[in-house]
Every structure is written in structure tokens, then in C-alpha cells.
Nanobody
Framework: QVQFVESGGGLVQPGGSLTLSCAVS???????????LRWFRQAPGKEREFVAF???????QYAESVKGRFTISRDSANDMVSLQMNRLKPEDTAIYFC?????????WGQGTQVTVSS
């Protein structure tokens, strides 16, 4: 079963930047390069929501709320997916998770906390 370890979260002031990283492992019968990868987030008291997606070909999609501020990328040499977050807002405060879906089954990491506050 694929596994994720997120890192890079922390406390940042509004308007600041953070880069989240996610190490991916546990491949069985497939490779990192074959995976579509996603970032989701969950704020306190709210449902988990989609943030960004990158296909195995490198095509990207973003939630409207982060478009133009966040950039998702993948590093196939190191089996990692990253989320560069710029111009952060208090409403970006959440636990951020990386994820993939294989044969209809979602796999999730433990998440990393991002807090945007002055």
C-alpha cells in the first residue's frame, strides 16, 4: 500500500510563503511515475477539501481558492510531490494531506499543519 509522509508545515504570517513536501513510498506493482497525486486540506470544523492535483503526465489542476497562489510539482527522481504556497491567507489554515487513488481506493498521509496568523 502506498504511503505518504508530509512535511514543511508551520506558522506563517499572512502574505508569507511555505513549501510542503510529501515523500511517497510503498509501491507494489506500479511506480511513482504512474501515480496521479493530490493535495487536500482540512480546516477545523470543516470537511476535507481538494487543493491541487498533478497527473502522471504533469498536468495540473487547482481549487479556485488557491489558483495563482499555489503550485504543485513532482520529483520523480526522489518520489516526492510538493506544494509551493505563496501569498498565504488566514483561511489557508488547515492540515494539509497528500493523497492518491489506486483502483478506486484513496490513500492518505498523516498530514502537516499550516497556520496562517499574525
Amino acid at each position: 500500500q502506498v504511503q505518504f509522509v508530509e512535511s514543511g508545515g508551520g506558522l506563517v504570517q499572512p502574505g508569507g510563503s511555505l513549501t510542503l513536501s510529501c515523500a511517497v513510498s510503498g509501491f507494489t506493482g506500479f511506480t511513482f511515475s504512474s501515480l496521479d497525486l493530490r493535495w487536500f486540506r482540512q480546516a477545523p470544523g470543516k470537511e476535507r477539501e481538494f487543493v491541487a492535483f498533478i497527473s502522471n503526465f504533469g498536468d495540473t489542476q487547482y481549487a479556485e481558492s488557491v489558483k495563482g497562489r499555489f503550485t504543485i510539482s513532482r520529483d520523480s527522481a526522489n518520489d516526492m510531490v510538493s506544494l509551493q504556497m505563496n501569498r498565504l491567507k488566514p483561511e489557508d489554515t488547515a492540515i494539509y494531506f497528500c493523497s492518491t487513488r489506486i483502483s478506486g481506493i484513496d490513500s492518505w498521509g498523516q498530514g502537516t499543519q499550516v497556520t496562517v496568523s499574525s
